[in-house]
C-alpha cells in the first residue's frame, strides 16, 4: 500500500470513529465518567476495534469500503461493546449523585 493511501486509511478511520463514536453515544444514552471527551475517545478507539475486526476477519478495510454498510456496523458495534465496557469498569456518574 502506498504512503498516501495509507494516511487516507488513518484520516478515514478517524473520521469513521468520530461518526460511530456519536452514533454509540446516541443509542446508549447518559452521563458518562469521562464527560463528552472521553466518551469521544472511547467510541474512536472502539471505531478502530471494530474496523481493524472488520478489515482483519471480513476483508473490508475501510480505506477501501468507506461508505459500506458493513463497514460502519463493525465500527458502532466496536465503538457499543467499548462503551458498555467503560460504563461497566467505571460506572455510570448517574449513580453517584
Same mark, same amino acid.
Given at each position: 500500500?502506498r504512503?498516501?493511501?495509507?494516511?487516507?486509511?488513518?484520516?478515514?478511520?478517524?473520521?469513521?470513529?468520530?461518526?460511530?463514536?456519536?452514533? /454509540?453515544?446516541?443509542?446508549?444514552? #447518559?452521563?458518562?465518567?469521562? #464527560?463528552?471527551?472521553?466518551?469521544?475517545?472511547?467510541?474512536? &478507539?472502539? &471505531? =478502530?476495534? #471494530?474496523?481493524?475486526? *472488520? /478489515?482483519?476477519?471480513?476483508?473490508?478495510?475501510?480505506?477501501?469500503? =468507506?461508505?459500506?454498510?458493513?463497514?460502519?456496523? &463493525?465500527?458502532?458495534?466496536?465503538?457499543?461493546?467499548?462503551?458498555?465496557?467503560?460504563?461497566?469498569? =467505571?460506572?455510570? *456518574?448517574? *449513580?453517584?449523585r
Amino acid at each position: 500500500m502506498r504512503k498516501a493511501e495509507q494516511v487516507m486509511g488513518i484520516i478515514g478511520w478517524i473520521i469513521l470513529g468520530l461518526l460511530a463514536g456519536a452514533i /454509540a453515544k446516541l443509542l446508549l444514552p #447518559g452521563r458518562d465518567p469521562g #464527560g463528552l471527551i472521553g466518551t469521544t475517545l472511547i467510541g474512536i &478507539a472502539g &471505531a =478502530f476495534l #471494530g474496523g481493524w475486526i *472488520s /478489515a482483519k476477519f471480513l476483508h473490508r478495510p475501510v480505506a477501501h469500503h =468507506f461508505y459500506d454498510p458493513k463497514t460502519w456496523l &463493525a465500527a458502532v458495534g466496536g465503538a457499543l461493546v467499548l462503551l458498555i465496557g467503560y460504563r461497566i469498569l =467505571f460506572g455510570d *456518574s448517574r *449513580s453517584r449523585r
